[in-house]
């Protein structure tokens, strides 16, 4: 038996070429650069939620205040002016905590994900078609939709949505995580999981098509060029914005789905027709103003940190 079909048996994978260039399975290349990527994704996230956060906070209020007798705030500028009068500066990052949470896994099962998959369809330069991008997108938006999104993002909308009660219930993320479940069991925490699934699908497939065409487009014929973090960075708000526009209905129907009064909807199709007769197509762009402000600093943040942590790594830590 010749030396090569002897390490044929001993190490099967010496067979399969893509296993070793770039598969999850590889000791170097897929598999280091996937874990990267959710080491990266998870730094990211905590850091961006951070400095994004008050944005996040009008948004769902403002898609929560339904027209009417009971609606509380005339835009953007009274939202803020009110919450701050009644609670104060900080009362403007009530429920960080809950997001916070869940941020850091949101973003690591994002960027992984995405590295994951990029490792198994790119060419042997390590670059994706158009089809490519979108796929990689979608399949990293629909793992944190799954994953980390829903629950998170539901527990969140009822926090806010509780400290606009008269008299709120919950003390803390512990006891109004603890009250939600004995109140409507596990699936108190997984409200609107279809909507999540086509918003963040939908978002990160947008992002990071564009993201990534913005930069071959500025790489041009020479693949290796580097990209300036400020350059990641334009790329990022062009990428935030076109998701805005693209999936905001999503967004509202998404928020309506996880509130304290989410029962009054049979279903994600549901909530969408009654939001249509009762409220008018307008509504389904509550909250696009704080919504794009937010999305296009949050997706122009989040880029530039994870390249900023992926070049890092790529330094200290070989494949």
């Not at 961006?48 to 835009?75: A, F």
């Not at 973003?107 to 490519?132: P, V, Y």
């Not at 409200?191 to 999540?196: A, H, I, M, R, S």
Request: a positive charge; aromatic letters at 10%.
């Amino acid at each position: 038996m010749d030396r090569q079909n002897l390490a044929t048996l001993i190490s099967p994978y010496r067979s399969r070429p893509w296993m070793i260039n770039s598969g999850a399975a590889a000791a170097g290349g897929g598999g280091s650069k996937g874990l990267k990527g959710i080491i990266a994704g998870g730094i990211t996230g905590g850091i961006e939620i951070c400095i994004t956060y008050p944005t996040e906070y009008v948004k769902t209020q403002l898609q929560l205040d339904e027209k009417g007798v009971n609606k509380k705030y005339n835009g953007i500028a009274d939202c803020v002016k009110k919450t701050v009068a009644t609670n104060g500066f900080f009362g403007l990052y009530r429920g960080l905590s809950v997001l916070l949470y869940g941020s850091i896994p949101k973003s690591a099962t994002r960027f992984g994900a995405f590295e994951f998959m990029r490792s198994h369809i790119s060419d042997s330069n390590g670059q994706l078609s158009a089809g490519g991008k979108l796929l990689c997108g979608l399949g990293a938006g629909v793992c944190e939709a799954i994953l980390a999104v829903t629950p998170m993002e539901t527990i969140k909308v009822k926090f806010i949505n509780d400290q606009r009660s008269a008299n709120p219930k919950f003390k803390g993320f512990a006891h109004g995580v603890g009250q939600i479940v004995k109140a409507e069991g596990i699936s108190g925490v997984y409200k609107g999981l279809t909507p999540t699934i086509l918003k963040q699908g939908s978002n990160q497939a947008i992002r990071f098509f564009v993201v990534e065409s913005l930069k071959d487009m500025y790489k041009g014929d020479d693949i290796n060029k580097p990209v300036p973090k400020l350059m990641v960075g334009v790329f990022g708000a062009i990428a935030g914005a076109a998701s805005v526009f693209g999936n905001t209905p999503l967004d509202v129907v998404k928020t309506r789905m996880q509130g304290l009064d989410a029962a009054k909807y049979k279903n994600t199709a549901d909530c969408a027709v009654q939001i249509l007769k009762n409220e008018g197509f307008a509504a389904f762009y509550k909250g696009t103003v704080p919504r794009l402000g937010r999305v296009c600093l949050d997706v122009a943040i989040t880029f530039m940190i994870y390249d900023s942590f992926m070049d890092l790594f790529n330094k200290v830590w070989k494949d």
